[in-house]
């Protein structure tokens, strides 16, 4: 599996999670990310496991720090997928390992490109790029 699939399936895995914070259920990250990878938890790629334990214990705080940084929106008002491209790119680069920020920003802006509406990448780079 390529670094850009893997990406992919983070986002997915964190879009799955928030979904069951917005729906008050139980969040059970192993059992979210199998679904998502089609694969036991133990074999999922390390770095995978690690993005999305590592956003998910950190979760509140990442979402305090993104929120300071839209400028004229609210945290809530903007989409799902939006906001778990947004935390996984926080916490790849707060939490996980030190990457360039033109490269996590770049992973970013892809995953916006290819899923969110059009232009809404602008504002996942402007967001990246005030808080990383």
């Not at 390529?2 to 928030?18: A, D, G, P």
């Not at 990878?37 to 509140?60: E, T, Y």
């Not at 947004?86 to 970013?108: F, P, R, T």
Request: glycine share 4%; no cysteine; aromatic share 8%.
């Amino acid at each position: 599996m390529s670094r850009n699939q893997t990406h992919e399936l983070i986002m997915q895995s964190l879009y799955v999670e928030l979904t069951h914070i917005a729906m008050k259920e139980e969040i059970d990250i192993p059992s979210i990310m199998e679904g998502v990878f089609h694969q036991d938890f133990n074999k999922i790629d390390l770095f995978a496991r690690g993005m999305v334990i590592k956003s998910s214990k950190n979760l509140n705080k990442i979402i305090d720090e993104l929120s300071k940084a839209l400028k004229g929106w609210k945290w809530d008002r903007i989409s799902r997928l939006a906001q778990a491209i947004l935390i996984m790119s926080y916490a790849h680069y707060h939490y996980v390992e030190k990457v360039d920020k033109a490269v996590v920003i770049e992973v970013a802006v892809k995953l916006a490109k290819k899923y969110l509406d059009l232009n809404e990448h602008k504002f996942i780079n402007g967001v990246l790029d005030n808080v990383l």
